[in-house]
């Protein structure tokens, strides 16, 4: 007999407000949960960057940003901001690379991403950036554990952010932090449907729920958190974790 195939549900948790520093988030998620008559057990919440960065004051105001000499000298290249460039070179490890209008750098967390994934769109007021948290899976970790606190789970939390692809067009959210669940899913040692060993097998999970959770969470959309339903929980670890070594990148 065949099994059943698995399902997902995919569930916007709606009405969470303008989040501000020091705000209590895992109340807000909760708070929102309740009005969706959803029940976050058994499942995993992915949260977006922004809202988890609003709530630990991770924001900066151009106007208190004095610009390097090299921030000037990009922007004046690039017709950009170079209070905007400072806050990226402060929050890079390295650039990468820089064109087209366009800067890629490494963040102090490891990620490679436009702009070190400091932004400016949905912002509170204008001439203001956001900044990535400084430690994603520690705050993910200390929003689980405030949820579990206040009676869910059990539960997994993504923090999540939009990429862009080197080789592709379109963006993708992917995650940057993880508590709760192992980001990857190691499948070597199993079978595939032929019966043959799986040698290298292994999936991105975390960055594959925070992508299906994305198709939810437009800039424009007012949903800044998702809840799913389906996918077991299994193991932990962190999104850290999963960044190639430099001495196995091809691309370096």
Wanted: proline letters at 6%; charged letters at 25%; glycine letters at 10%.
């Amino acid at each position: 007999m065949s099994k059943t195939p698995p399902t997902l549900e995919i569930l916007p948790l709606p009405g969470i407000p303008e989040v501000g520093a020091n705000d209590d988030l895992a109340a807000l998620i909760l708070a929102a949960a309740k009005r969706a008559n959803t029940t976050l057990s058994d499942g995993h919440l992915v949260v977006c960057q922004k809202v988890v960065s609003k709530a630990e004051g991770r924001i900066v105001a151009l106007a208190d940003v004095e610009p390097s000499d090299e921030a000037r000298r990009i922007a004046e290249e690039d017709d950009k901001d170079p209070r905007h460039i400072e806050v990226v070179l402060r929050e890079s490890k390295r650039i990468v690379r820089r064109g087209h209008g366009v800067l890629i750098s490494e963040t102090q967390h490891g990620f490679v991403c436009a702009n070190a994934g400091v932004d400016l769109s949905n912002a509170p007021g204008e001439d203001v950036a956001v900044l990535l948290p400084e430690d994603c899976d520690a705050s993910a970790a200390q929003l689980r554990d405030a949820l579990v606190s206040a009676g869910a789970g059990p539960l997994a939390v993504i923090v999540s952010d939009t990429f862009g692809r080197p080789w592709r067009e379109g963006l993708v959210d992917v995650a940057i932090g993880c508590a709760g669940m192992a980001p990857i899913t190691d499948h070597r040692g199993g079978q595939d449907l032929s019966g043959r060993e799986l040698q290298v097998t292994t999936t991105a999970t975390a960055d594959q729920l925070a992508a299906a959770a994305g198709l939810l969470m437009h800039k424009d959309a007012g949903i800044p958190v998702v809840w799913i339903r389906g996918q077991k929980l299994e193991g932990d670890g962190r999104v850290a974790d999963t960044l190639r070594d430099p001495q196995a990148d091809l691309f370096r």
